[in-house]
């Protein structure tokens, strides 16, 4: 049989890598109900980790959370494999409480794995795909039917969700020596980006990096500072309920003037410098020589020792991140006190990789003229686990409404961090990799962690992907929440001695006038738990009518999230009011086939950059850059127009 | 339909019609009108139906009267932006209006922004067909409009100084955003000390600012003007001349109000309140003892006085009472030479030396710089460029007490530094109750917002881009 025509099997999605991204995407189609094929380069490798061994940390955590709001994996598995925990920004109002936690990464990887291997309609294989199948479809739009194997054969599909990570004409860098390849000594894959440039569709070529890896046995822990993880057992996932877990702890370390000497004296042979790397790094992200560069007056920075997993002697020199010639890597850690005799077991190296502008892919992350093909991850232009997976959890999702023929599914950004990640990639693109900040999110109040199932289950549950056990388990944790409120409110104290001595009790003060429970949770330090002492006080010394109603007894989650929504009541109002403005313009969709040189009155650039961008509403339009608010009214007013005109035609 | 927050406007062009309306729109509009709107009746605007106009009165929270009025009520969706309408009509001219849309805001409402009625109008569906293809070119040309504005004389210092602010509260913004986002880099905690000092500064240059919005009110109410010299020396002409500028004339409408209405004219964006036009246009051809007591009377209640000589014929003794009145004055004065289109018989050195003798005579000269001289000609439309460029120097320099290189010239900027100054109070008071420093970054963020909208500077990713290049931040 020829090259090309023998097909080895049929599907309704097929998912192009094993990655964060693409494990979530292949679980989402799958569990939805879709046929679905995942390819991976490596069986070994699914879910690969290669770079930090950390999952969550500011927005990061946020993302996990609602792509396990929405029915995803990655909140489960962290929970499942992670071997510290740590909630970050206490300190902060809630809305930045943030978890991070290390994984054992091999764990972490073989829990994916094997998860991806026992869920129904999901198969996984290990393929090379070099090129997109693509027929003729309506409106000058092409569709896809399939893919092509290196070995020859064919898979054909009707969906298809690219999710290539660092893998295209992946090339690893290490001072001088460069070579083609995928990170940790994979494969690249080095013939799909010339399809996917057949197809039309537009590349980038972006870099990152990672630091060495040393071995444990080889540190000085005396010279460095102890990180433990918390105390307290906490978890991703809406539907863990781990409350105790080992905890190991990362290292805390410092670079010094001598470590600055050795790499601004061997500048000249960073790849960053001296021209080997052409690809854009990401600014959070640089690498220590680029550190050094940018911030000379800086005196030291810190470093992380992080343990890569349970079996293995590797630790990851977390904020080492390099692609100096090796003796030089070896020679600047070696001034870094407790590192004065590490052995490196890997070397940092830089990876340079093609992929994509996203602003060709809709909100839904299928491609404009590309029908059926969508993209999802680090080859969308983004940096992280996160990032990938939540991406890929909505690819997933939209590739599978669309086999079903049902609506897709958009977040907003007033919504979720996954509405405004993918908001801020289709709408204004990214000039190096994306990585979400909490500040990216304007409405930051309403997107909590602690409120991503409150925010998202329900959005799952339409699409399928919300099983029955975290539905009953989400219903009741609000039914519990509204209780609780209503009883606050219903719940009215009279001042009188009785009751301020239940109050002083509490540390609450008095009161002089008629107050709900649910007014006095506004004060400082107050918690549901205390509500509760002063309402039993109250109760026993017989102060309140008697036909007041019970206090609900909370879990710790659905407390914490009622004392959120009293104590800062004010906030969130004020941020949903904003939303509401904002929700106006979101809630007019432009057409699909809008041709921008037909509305009159738009200045060129704004026509130019609309035609480009093909936005999604008029909310989207007024976010492009170059899109004056006069313009955004002028397309307001030619919607109505047309509204009007085909009203009249009928 | 969605009724959105209430939003005010002046909806009359300025100066135009001795009605002006303030026009309110949006979820609470009744409530807003309701506290700052008393009727003659007694009763609550709530109880009235719609389409009923309302005599009564409008009142500042001290109990001041402004203004005699009509509340007109329009309720969801029966008005032109389908939400509820309320409809402030005034009689009083250009100030009092200011005062009631002032008192609106306070009240609640927020300043429209340019066009939002007519957009709220499309959101609701409210406009026909052709309306809509009109109105496309309308918002263009408007915007136009407001560019031009915004890049004329103001916008210069002004803009400096917001930017400055803005520079301040960003450095602040990203700083906590930093912690916030890279708990773990090692950014050094945010200095709540250096925090409340920050906002305590821009909050005070913000009321100093605000500050300019009373002292120099000469930009938002206009400069009170008098136009002085003897009958037949061109007061009417250049009454006229100044008028035909601004193209809208204002009229005494009978009965729609009690006192006589000034006129006004925009000379080159200063608002001229030009002080008894009616005498000015009487006495420039008949009664000559009446022509200088109104003049007089004129020039003692103005902040500036342009005196006219007819340059085509020699001073007379009258000619030496005006300018006496002008050199007595110690406001700011103008001379003008009229007639220039004639033969000179009269020169700006003879009006020097006049001036001279009449500061010698009256003993005042107490060091003020000369006032200018400018030889002007309606007829050949001479010197009038001349006059409005002394004019704005008046406004944008000398006068102007306590000002300095900015000034806040309408309502619109003094309402949006209000709101800036309004989210700053929120910030440092967020910051007295620990609630958080990410708390105090969005107060900040929404002032640092405002204040970028007064010079048109859109949200960007200023702030992450902030945040990067200050913070050393990686893994």
């Known amino acids: 049989m020829p090259t090309g025509t023998f097909v080895a099997g049929d599907y309704d999605v097929i998912v192009i890598g094993a990655g964060h991204a693409g494990c979530e995407a292949a679980l989402a189609a799958a569990r939805i109900g879709c046929r679905t094929l995942l390819a991976t380069l490596s069986m070994d490798n699914i879910a690969l980790m290669p770079c930090n061994p950390s999952v969550g940390g500011p927005a990061k955590g946020h993302l996990v959370r609602e792509l396990d709001a929405l029915g995803g994996e990655m909140g489960v598995n962290a929970d499942k494999t992670c ?225 890569e997993g349970l079996h293995t002697n590797e630790m990851y020199v977390q904020g080492m991140s390099t692609s100096m010639p090796m003796d030089v890597q070896i020679a600047f850690l070696h001034t870094i006190p407790g590192l004065e005799h590490a052995h490196v077991m890997r070397a940092g190296y830089a990876i340079e990789y093609d992929c994509i502008d996203p602003t060709q892919l809709k909100a839904t992350l299928e491609f404009k003229n590309i029908r059926g093909f969508f993209s999802a991850g680090q080859s969308n232009g983004t940096s992280g686990y996160e990032e990938a997976a939540a991406q890929g959890i909505m690819a997933g999702i939209n590739a599978a409404m669309l086999i079903k023929g049902e609506e897709p599914l958009v977040l907003k950004r007033s919504e979720g961090y996954i509405g405004v990640l993918i908001d801020d990639l289709v709408t204004k693109g990214t000039h190096e990799p994306y990585r979400m900040m909490t500040s990216r999110a304007e409405y930051r109040l309403l997107l909590r962690q602690d409120n991503a199932d409150a925010r998202l289950t329900p959005l799952g549950r339409r699409v399928g992907l919300v099983s029955d056990a975290r539905w009953q388990r989400f219903t009741s944790k609000q039914q519990h929440i509204r209780e609780a409120l209503g009883a606050l409110q219903a719940i009215t104290l ?102 921008y040189a037909d509305v009159p009155s738009l200045r060129d650039e704004a026509r130019e950059k609309l035609a480009d961008i093909r936005p999604r509403s008029v909310g989207q339009a007024g976010r492009i850059s170059g899109v004056s608010p006069a313009d955004v009214s002028v397309l307001l007013v030619y919607l109505e127009q047309q509204r009007r005109q085909s009203k009249g035609d009928e | 339909m969605q009724q959105g927050d209430t939003i005010a406007a002046i909806a009359t062009p300025p100066g135009e019609g001795g009605i002006g309306i303030v026009r309110l729109s949006g979820r609470t509009a009744l409530e807003v ?98 309306q809509a293809a009109s109105v496309m070119d ?153 022509g200088v007591e109104r003049s ?61 003798d009449t500061v010698q005579m009256d003993d005042a000269a107490d060091g003020a710089s000369a006032p200018a001289i400018i030889r002007i000609s309606t007829a050949a439309d001479t010197g009038l460029d001349e006059l409005a460029a002394a004019i704005k120097d008046i406004a944008y320099t000398g006068a102007a007490e306590g000002a300095e290189d900015y000034f806040v010239s309408d309502e619109r900027q003094a309402a949006i530094l209000r709101a800036a100054d309004r989210e700053l109070a929120a910030a440092e008071d967020t910051l007295v109750q620990g609630i958080g420093l990410d708390f105090v970054s969005i107060d900040i963020r929404s002032g640092w917002e405002s204040l970028g909208e007064l010079i048109g500077e859109t949200i960007g990713d200023d702030i992450i881009d902030d945040i990067f290049s200050r913070f050393c931040i990686g893994k």
């Open chain 1, 83 to 307: 071997i510290q925990f740590r909630m970050l920004n206490t300190g902060k109002g809630p809305a930045v409480h943030a978890l991070r936690a290390q994984a054992d990464k091999k764990l972490y990887q073989f829990t994916m794995k094997e998860t991806c291997e026992n869920t129904p309609n999901l198969d996984v294989k290990q393929i090379l795909i070099t090129d997109l199948l693509l027929e003729d479809s309506a409106e000058s739009r092409k569709k896809v039917t399939g893919v092509v194997v290196e070995t020859g054969e064919i898979y054909t599909a009707r969906a298809i969700v690219m999710a290539t990570g660092t893998y295209l004409r992946g090339r690893i860098i290490i001072g001088e020596h460069t070579y083609t390849g995928g990170p940790n000594g994979q494969r690249a894959a080095m013939s799909f980006s010339q399809s996917l440039k057949e197809a039309g569709v537009r590349l980038m070529r972006f870099k990152t990096g990672t630091p060495a890896r040393v071995d444990a046995r080889t540190l000085d822990y005396d010279k460095m500072e102890l990180q433990p993880g918390d105390t307290e057992a906490r978890n991703f996932s809406f539907m863990s309920d781990i409350t105790t877990r080992e905890q190991h702890p990362c290292y805390l370390t410092y670079t010094n003037e001598a470590t600055h000497k050795i790499l601004r004296d061997n500048m000249d042979r960073a790849p960053m410098a001296n021209g080997i790397i052409e690809g854009v790094g990401p600014r959070y992200c640089p690498a220590i020589e680029t550190k050094i560069l940018r911030f000379p007056d800086k005196k030291r920075h810190q470093l992380f020792l992080e343990p």
């Open chain 2, 33 to 130: 009108a309701e506290r700052v709107f008393c009727a003659a009746s007694g009763r609550e605007l709530a109880s009235y139906d719609n389409y009923r106009a309302v005599y009564g009165h409008i009142v500042t929270e001290a109990g001041e009267t402004i203004d005699e009025a009509l509340a007109l009520i329009m309720r969801a969706p029966h008005s032109y932006t389908c939400e509820d309408v309320v409809e402030l009509q005034c009689h009083g001219g250009p100030m009092p209006l200011r005062r009631t849309l002032g008192l609106c805001l306070a009240a609640g409402a927020r300043m429209a922004e340019s066009g939002e009625f007519t957009k709220r109008a499309f959101l609701n569906g409210r406009l026909d067909l052709a």
């Open chain 2, 296 to 356: 007089r009377a004129a020039a003692e209640q103005a902040a500036l006085v342009l005196a006219l000589f007819d340059g085509s014929s020699p001073l007379t003794a009258e000619d030496s009472t005006i300018m006496e009145l002008a050199a007595r004055a110690g406001q700011n004065v103008i001379l003008l030479l009229t007639k220039a289109d004639l033969p000179a018989v009269t020169t700006p050195d003879d009006l020097r030396r006049a001036l001279a």
């Open chain 1, 494 to 595: 009279t001042p009188g001695e009785k009751v301020n001595e239940a109050l002083r009790a509490a540390g609450w003060g008095d009161i002089h006038t008629v107050t709900t429970l649910y007014d006095l949770m506004r004060r400082p330090g107050a918690t549901y738990v205390r509500a509760i002492a002063v309402y039993d006080a109250c109760r026993a010394a017989a102060v309140v009518p008697e036909t007041s109603p019970e206090l609900p007894l909370l879990t710790g989650e659905e407390a914490e999230e009622v004392e959120i929504t009293i104590r800062y009541e004010g906030y969130i109002a004020k941020q949903r009011e904003q939303v509401e403005r904002m929700e106006r313009l979101e809630s007019q969709l432009l057409p699909e086939d809008i041709d």
């Open chain 2, 138 to 290: 309308v918002i263009s040309a408007r915007t136009n409009r407001a560019l031009r504005l915004a890049s004329g004389h103001l916008a210069g210092h002004f803009s400096e100084r917001i930017r400055g602010l803005r520079g301040r509260l960003l450095e602040q913004i990203s700083h906590i955003e930093a912690t916030i986002d890279f708990p773990e880099d090692g950014v050094e905690d945010v200095v709540e000390d250096e925090l409340r000092q920050t906002l305590a500064a821009v909050r005070q240059e913000i009321a100093a600012m605000l500050a300019t919005a009373h002292t120099g009110r000469i930009l938002r109410e206009g400069l009170e003007t008098a136009i002085i010299g003897r009958p037949n020396v061109g007061k009417s002409s250049l009454l006229n001349a100044l008028l035909r500028e601004e193209r809208a004339i204002v009229t005494d409408i009978p009965g729609t109000t009690r006192d006589a209405i000034a006129e006004y004219a925009d000379v080159s964006g200063v608002p001229l309140h030009i002080i008894d036009t009616a005498g000015i246009r009487e006495t420039d051809d008949v009664v000559e003892r009446l």
